[in-house]
């Protein structure tokens, strides 16, 4: 007897074939029909014709502190999600000695725009190693599969401190204790080695996070792991530093998928050829034997902030001063025409890899554009926007606004559909639906993908560039990992705000449109409407990749 049986499907397998109808069928956490199935099952679903299709992987997320107190993984299997990758940007939590505990989520709580009461109250520190953290989530019982990266910054705090943020270069013996660590967890089962280079990237106290302050010769020597063990993927938010070049250079050192997260390579129109520029460089690196690709985001990238917290700012020098302030000293700095100054001079002279340009038009309050509201008041408007309430929520709107520009780089080879940030930027925003705005946006609105080409992208695509096996697919053999959706509403809900972290954290969250249910490993997770109560999820934590 099966154990499940979703009947009178649609079917979109995740290979980029036309779809068919067909029954699917599960036992034992694996597909196992996929036609006319005959038979009884524990349990049947009649799809009446929606579709079915592989869950979404997720391959840019930071749950790694959430899932110590929340297996749900809350809001991304709801939203169709049934694999994470978390680690992203090198800023996990493990390996991290007890000394270290509060630093790192500390520099969380900054420079992944998260909640840090939530995280100081919420955070379960069961571990120390990575092997150790790893059984944790075990324990823990996940919603959906888990895969992790080990995080250069996190390993750089382990073994350097707090001098791992201020001291550019280790020592001999602290740069072997790295790499060995980097090493411990590939053998405990990471899924490989993230970093970053990213200017963006300050954590607590306006501090670089510890990755951005390290030399190339470092970095080099911590992915070496990768080719000694033969095992694992490269990422890294790389900023202006690490061009597509670099990024093959270290493809071709270990042998191994190199991954690219960047404002760089996303579209801007402010310059609207460099993104492309950025795929074709990639593409290049592919025709010479080298797997190098980016993190392309589907969604509009946009970011809620204040003046307490400028996040999408502090790559301009400028905010060098607002970063190591206290918060009663901002309205002060922000007064000082020398700020002003020099601010102004930044945006005439914008170095790579910064977010904000100086078009004023990007901002938004209250939905109308600083521009707009700086010129109703006849003000210049860098001196309207530093004169309001340090509390008044702006959005930035800044790369991925363009429809025209934007698909292209969806549609390019070299591109993975990534970076949801699920976890993150919770205080500020909510793309954990990134996979359903696909569906929504992408195929039924603009009609740039089909259906069967976009499930593909989200599925079997990303799970095959990172080596993930057994997911992504709905065929005999393959993990029942199912998403069920009526693509003709399928989508999200508005952003909404919550209170339901520890402490009484907020967020912001969206619910899901459109989906009549959730399936990881043959269990149900998510109907649609609630998440199932489960004593444990029935995720898996992945530990076993593809060479």
């Keep these: 007897m099966h154990d499940l049986i979703i009947r009178n499907a649609r079917v979109v397998d995740g290979s980029g074939a036309p779809a068919f109808s067909a029954d699917v069928a599960v036992r034992g956490g694996r597909i196992a029909e996929v036609g006319k199935v005959a038979g009884a099952a524990r349990e049947t679903v009649d799809a009446d014709g929606l579709t079915v299709m592989p869950g979404i992987v997720d391959v840019h997320t930071h749950y790694d502190a959430q899932l110590t107190w929340d297996r749900t ?20 939590i493990a390996p991290c000695p007890a000394a270290q505990r509060e630093t790192v989520v500390k520099n969380l709580s900054v420079v992944e725009g998260m909640d840090l009461d939530a995280l100081l109250t919420g955070t379960r520190w069961e571990f120390e190693s990575f092997a150790e953290y790893l059984a944790q989530l075990r324990r823990v019982g996940p919603y959906a599969n888990v895969a992790v990266l080990a995080g250069h910054s996190t390993i750089r705090s382990a073994v350097m401190g707090e001098e791992a943020s201020t001291r550019a270069q280790p020592t001999a013996d602290e740069l072997a204790r790295m790499q060995a660590l980097v090493r411990e967890a590939l053998e405990a089962g990471a899924i490989g080695f993230a970093s970053s280079f990213s200017p963006n990237h300050a954590g607590f106290g306006g501090r670089p996070m510890p990755s951005t302050i390290a030399g190339e010769q470092e970095l080099l020597a911590l992915a070496q792991p990768l080719k000694k063990t033969n095992r694992g993927i490269f990422v890294m938010a790389t900023g202006s530093r690490a061009t597509p070049e670099f990024m093959e250079s270290l493809a071709a050192a270990t042998g191994r998928p190199a991954f690219m997260v960047t404002v760089l390579a996303m579209y801007n129109d402010a310059a609207p050829e460099a993104a492309m520029d950025y795929y074709r460089r990639c593409e290049q690196a592919h025709a010479r034997g080298h797997e190098v690709y980016i993190h392309a985001n589907c969604h509009p990238l946009s970011f809620d902030f204040t003046l307490k917290e400028p996040y999408l700012m502090y790559s301009h020098d400028a905010f060098d001063r607002v970063k190591a302030a206290r918060p009663e000293a901002l309205a002060a700095i922000y007064a000082d025409p020398a700020f002003r100054k020099r601010f102004r001079e930044n945006l005439a002279h914008p170095k790579p890899g910064i977010l904000f340009y100086g078009d004023w038009s990007k901002l ?31 959005i930035g709107k800044l790369f991925q606004n363009h429809d025209a ?26 793309d954990a639906g990134f996979g359903l705005y696909f569906l929504q946006h992408w195929v039924r609105e603009t009609g740039a993908f089909t259906l069967e080409e976009a499930v593909r992208r989200l599925t079997a695509d990303p799970a095959a560039k990172y080596r993930i096996p057994d997911r992504g697919r709905i065929a005999p053999g393959a993990c029942a990992d199912l998403l069920l959706i009526d693509p003709d509403a399928v989508g999200l809900s508005p952003l909404e705000r919550v209170r339901d972290l520890p402490g009484g954290g907020a967020r912001i969250i969206r619910s899901p449109r459109g989906v009549h249910g959730v399936w990881v490993n043959g269990v149900q997770v998510h109907d649609g409407r609630d998440y199932r109560a489960l004593e444990r999820g029935p995720g898996d934590v992945l530990t076993r990749f593809n060479v």
Excluded at 76 to 85: E, I, K, N, R, Y
Excluded at 366 to 389: M, T
């Design 73 to 92: 993984l809350s809001p991304s299997p709801s939203l169709g999600v049934t694999t994470a990758v978390v680690g992203n940007c090198g800023f996990g």
């Design 364 to 394: 938004e309050l209250d939905e109308r554009p600083v521009s707009e509201l700086a010129q109703a008041a006849g003000r210049d408007p860098l001196d309207w926007f530093f004169d309001q309430p340090l509390d008044a929520q702006f």
């Design 405 to 430: 520009g934007v698909a292209p780089l969806l549609r390019h080879p070299a591109g993975v559909i990534a970076l949801s940030d699920a976890g993150a930027h919770i205080i500020f925003m909510c």
